[in-house]
């Protein structure tokens, strides 16, 4: 089936957030009634926002609007069905004054008029923005209480190393959670905002994303496999009132129970993706639409771009960490945290005196504040990360690194022992590019009755690995 009507989703807000929650409570699972399968072409457009406020919020409006149409323009001369702008995308990042934030708001209709603000595509559609993403809702909870299968984001993301930047959330709560996200993020490196994409965690099929802080506004389009799903309530009988643990999450993912004592895995469907296209668009001076080479650099009028790159850096100083060892032949080494969370990693690390690199495992549970300091989440990860020496404190400063250091060191596995069913898995390099999931394998069961055994297998050598993560949500431990 093929959708054509071109559907257009920007969050108009400067702080919108729609959490929900995912609750405690015995587990249910969904089997799906699979409808014969979509194909549909997808639009993200990263912006740089016009911000100039000398002449008002109505004049920034304007501008970025004007913008917006012609790349809605472009996103429909290529085919595509829906296009994702991001956050403050319309509006500007820029408020001083409350006067401010009311020049660049406008009144929503009465809900009970009925008013649509938006047309969809066939698919099993949600919306979510920013760091709803790392919360139960809305995402999280609708697509495993609802069986959604296609996630729309509009964000402001701020990258975080080791673990948090850009492509390696869209990407691990992705494939974590078996279904598609298409994300539009605002363009601001200096800021530490940056990265969008097309991720196909439905079909396990390549990411298509941009990543480069001298890329300017950039669109993408590219094709995606999805399905339509009516969530056919099954109780699994993993847990009970009387086994679900305190705070454990009691719900399923997008799945198919074999057992009653398996995890329930979300499912993927096996399908051959068409070739898609990836490229940037940029619309010319007469309304035309002028293609540009993949990875070229296209800017919206009169933006600067900017070679500056913020990061910020979670302070690794609270996980169990320890150096992993070099020596001959394949080891294994294991470090828990907190005597609930457990870690291990398969390896080789040869001697050699041209490789002066360090990898450290770590282990974490309990809070960990994200966002600067923005909010508390209760997170369990496990992981292995590229240091500059065997100090915690220096792992993934890639500021100070300056080239990529080619390594010796082979990753082959990483496991962990959760508490939650809640698990993303990432492979990134000193590149800051993600390792392409055909490379590597991500799987969950149940080894006990309150412990989820997930593993990460990479099966190709990586010379520039900066990190090999398990990063799991506890929803309801959060503060």
Not at 16 to 25: A, D, Q
Not at 392 to 421: M, W, Y
């Amino acid at each position: 089936m093929r959708v054509n009507t071109l559907s257009l989703f920007a969050i108009l807000g400067m702080a919108l957030t729609t959490r929900g929650n995912v609750h405690s409570k015995p587990v249910e699972t969904f089997d799906y009634a699979i409808e014969e399968g979509i194909v549909y072409r997808a639009a993200v457009l990263e912006y740089r926002a016009y911000d100039d406020m000398a002449e008002g919020g109505l004049a920034v409006l304007r501008e970025n609007a004007r913008v917006f149409v012609e790349y809605a323009e472009a996103a429909k001369q290529q085919g595509a069905d829906i296009l994702v702008f991001p956050e403050y995308g319309l509006t500007g990042s820029t408020a001083d004054t409350l006067g401010d934030v009311m020049s660049k708001t406008q009144a929503l209709p009465d809900p009970g008029a009925g008013t649509v603000l938006c047309n969809s595509t066939d698919t099993s559609d949600a919306i979510e923005v920013c760091f709803d993403i790392l919360y139960g809702g809305p995402g999280t909870s609708n697509v495993v209480e609802r069986g959604v299968t296609d996630v729309i984001m509009s964000s402001y993301w701020v990258d975080e190393l080791p673990f948090l930047t850009a492509p390696q959330m869209w990407q691990s709560w992705s494939e974590g959670l078996a279904v598609n996200l298409v994300v539009a993020n605002f363009h601001s490196p200096e800021d530490g905002a940056l990265g969008s994409g097309i991720f196909r965690g439905l079909t396990s099929q390549e990411s298509l994303y941009t990543y480069d802080p001298n890329g300017g506004t950039k669109l993408l389009v590219g094709e995606v496999v999805s399905r339509g799903a009516t969530p056919l309530r099954t109780s699994t009988g993993r847990y009970d009132d009387a086994t679900t643990p305190e705070g454990t999450t009691g719900v399923g993912s997008d799945v198919t129970v074999n057992q009653s004592s398996s995890q329930a895995v979300p499912v993927r469907e096996e399908v051959a993706l068409g070739v898609h296209q990836e490229a940037s668009w940029i619309p010319t001076d007469d309304g035309d639409v002028e293609a540009e080479e993949r990875n070229a650099q296209p800017e919206a009028e009169g933006r600067e771009i900017l070679t500056g790159w913020f990061f910020l850096h979670e302070d690794l100083g609270r996980y169990s960490n320890h150096a992993l060892e070099r020596g001959d032949g394949v080891m294994e080494r294991s470090l828990c945290h907190n005597d609930s969370l457990c870690c291990s990693v398969t390896y080789s690390f040869p001697a050699d005196p041209t490789d002066e690199s360090s990898f450290l495992l770590l282990a974490y549970s309990g809070v960990a504040e994200k966002g600067d300091g923005a909010y508390s989440l209760f997170t369990q990860v496990c992981a292995v990360v590229y240091c500059l020496n065997e100090n915690v404190t220096s792992c993934a400063r890639i500021e100070e690194n300056g080239a990529p250091q080619k390594t010796s060191f082979r990753a082959h596995n990483l496991t962990g022992d959760f508490d939650t069913p809640y698990i993303y898995p990432s492979v990134f390099t000193q590149e800051l590019e993600l390792v392409d999931i055909s490379l590597w394998d991500f799987e969950s069961s149940v080894s006990s009755e309150k412990m989820v055994t997930s593993t990460l297998v990479l099966h190709e050598e990586l010379d520039y690995l900066l990190s090999l993560r398990l990063f799991g949500r506890w929803f309801d431990r959060d503060p």
